[in-house]
Every structure is written in C-alpha cells, then in structure tokens.
C-alpha cells in the first residue's frame, strides 16, 4: 500500500551504499548516473537467488554483489570493508561516475565514506537479471531514513576469463549506469553533499511530500493510506493558504480524499529547496471534473521539526480554474 511508502523497516544503521561520494566531495557521484527518484515498491528474483552447481557465473556474481550492497558495515573497520569489497571487485575495476572513469581506489574511498556519513540510510536489491554471458543488469534501492527516495540500475560486467569451475575468483570488472538514467546527477549529488542535520530534514520532507502528491498517479490510496500520510508529514497546527483565506489539517484531508476519490492525480515537475526550513514544488495537477484538464501549480512550504506546517501558492494562478476545481471537489 501507499502506506509503506513511509513505513519501511528500518535496518539498524548504515548499509553498504555503493552510491555516495569520492574524496572531492562530490557527494552521489558513484551513483547519480543511472538514478532516478521512485516511491513504488518494486521486487523480483531473476538471478537473486542463492546459486546452486548449475549456476552460471552471472547469477554466481550477482548473488555475490546483493550480499555485499546490503551488508551493514556501521561497526566495520575501513580495512574489513576494503576486504569485502576486493571479494566482489577486481583490482581492475573501472566505475563510470559522473560522466567519467574512476577506478578501484576511488570505489573503496565512495564506500567507505558511504559508511560512515550523517545519515540512517540502507539499500536492497529489487532485482538483477542477464544481459548475456558476461553481464547483468542489477536495480537497487536507497532508503533514507526508512523512506525510499532512490532507486539506482546499474549493468555490471564480469571477467569471464577468471571464471573456473565454480566461478569464485569472477569479479566485477566494469560499473556503470544503464543507458538513459541519467537526469538527476545534480540533484542526487547535492542531496548527499548536505552535511547539516537540518538541510537533510528538509530535504527528507521534500520527498515525502513529492512521494505524496503524486500518490494517486499509478493506483487510487485507500483513505486510510491518505491520512496516515498526512498524518506523517504534515503537522497537526498545518495551516494552507489559498483564495485570501487560512484553512486547518482537517480541512486539508478531507480535501485531499475528495480530489482522490475524484480521480484527480499530479505528477511533479520540480523540487527546489529554499533553506533549512521550506521548499518549493512545482506540479501538474490532472483535474478530472466536467472538463478534464491539466493545471500547473506551485507551492511554498515551510517545515518545523521534520513535518510541514504551512502550505502557500507562490506565482500566478487562475482563479477561475480554482474556482473549477473547488466546486468539483464540492469545497467552498
């Protein structure tokens, strides 16, 4: 349910994240090529299962890199995570981050600053499938603070020269996005660049409100799914402004629930963070009345103690589409 959305178990602390930043400070560089943001639940098996006699050396691999990605290495000595990355990697590894080659010593560096970074984050393969003898293609997600904000496709390739018999000694020798995930390098980069414990609260509240608009986009929430999550991002003193006028939480929800009943549904077309305390969002409305059409709306919201507590529009608007929309929703 769209509950989960915001309700993942929470593993213990930091995982492996194979995705954070090298020693310059370019924060998700390892992993912004070839990530993108998605809120749904996504899982499959293809070659995560444990390998067996019959196994060929891809799915031997991509069981041995799904160990590593959701190892947890909180406790671990740099020298215990270099290891177990040297059981995965080959010495000659190449990694495209960025638009560039980096190599194995630049991989271990992202890793183990990965570990021991500002926030709770964990990662879990949704799944890993064949290319062809020498490759797979492996899709994982980024939890941050229990939420899933990233998920991240990679193609990896073997060196299938060293495979032997039961393929132990095959390694990864090549890391590098899958064509056409490119679009959010800067923002995944700037995202894990934040150091301040407040600029992350903002920008978690960021894409829990996002996760949240567009939660009637692939499938209708049931009320309860809805008001759990305004419940868990919005606070209880939330004020929203519109029409020269402030309306309180309750009116919000109930709001909220007609719009879903009625079939409407918004995707989000921009996030741009203001400070430590508010955000902007910009979103295209589907507003499914007697005249189903498509309205941009933007809005400013302003976060106290990790939950939104003040929601304003911010540029033009039509009030005779507002006008529409509230006697759609049967609202005054």
Same mark, same amino acid.
């Given at each position: ?15 492996? #994240? +194979?995705?954070?930043?090298? *020693? ?94 500002? #926030?709770? #984050? ?14 797979? !293609? ?5 939890? +941050? ?8 496709? !990679?193609?990896?390739?073997?060196? *299938?020269?060293? *495979? ?8 990864? %020798? ?25 600029? +992350? ?22 009320? *309860?799914?809805?008001?759990? #999550? ?37 995707? %989000?077309?921009?996030?741009?963070? +203001? ?50 929309? !509230? ?6």
């Amino acid at each position: 349910s769209k509950q989960n959305q915001f309700n993942q178990i929470q593993h213990n602390k930091f995982s492996i #994240m +194979v995705i954070i930043a090298d *020693s310059k400070n370019e924060a998700g560089a390892a992993a912004a090529d070839g990530a993108y943001i998605d809120t749904t639940c996504t899982t499959d098996t293809h070659l995560t299962k444990s390998p067996s006699s019959s196994s060929t050396a891809t799915e031997v691999v991509a069981q041995k890199f799904k160990t590593f990605v959701e190892s947890e290495f909180q406790n671990a000595s740099k020298e215990d995570i270099e290891a177990a990355i040297d059981q995965v990697f080959s010495p000659s590894l190449v990694i495209i981050a960025g638009g560039e080659e980096r190599d194995l010593d630049f991989f271990k560096r992202t890793v183990v600053k990965a570990c021991k970074g500002p #926030m709770t #984050m964990t990662s879990r393969i949704n799944f890993s499938e064949p290319v062809n003898e020498a490759q797979f !293609r492996t899709n994982w997600s980024l939890y +941050v603070a229990g939420i899933k904000l990233f998920t991240v496709d !990679r193609l990896l390739t073997i060196d *299938s020269a060293d *495979s032997g018999d039961n393929f132990e000694n095959t390694k990864i %020798v090549r890391f590098e996005p899958v064509e056409g995930k490119t679009d959010l390098y800067t923002r995944i980069k700037q995202f894990f660049g934040l150091a301040g414990k407040d600029e +992350v609260s903002i920008h978690v509240v960021a894409e829990k409100y996002r996760a949240f608009v567009e939660s009637n986009t692939d499938g209708r929430p049931t009320a *309860s799914d809805l008001e759990f #999550m305004i419940d868990d991002i919005f606070a209880p003193s939330f004020v929203i402004v519109g029409d020269n006028q402030e309306r309180d939480l309750d009116f919000y929800k109930q709001t909220c629930l007609r719009a879903a009943t009625a079939g409407f549904s918004a995707n %989000v077309t921009e996030v741009n963070i +203001v400070n430590s305390q508010q955000f902007q969002i910009s979103y295209t409305l589907v507003v499914n009345g007697e005249i189903k059409e498509e309205v941009q709306r933007s809005r400013l919201l302003t976060a106290k103690d990790g939950k939104i507590d003040r929601q304003e529009p911010y540029g033009d608007e039509s009030k005779e589409v507002n006008a529409r929309i !509230r006697a759609c929703l049967q609202v005054e």
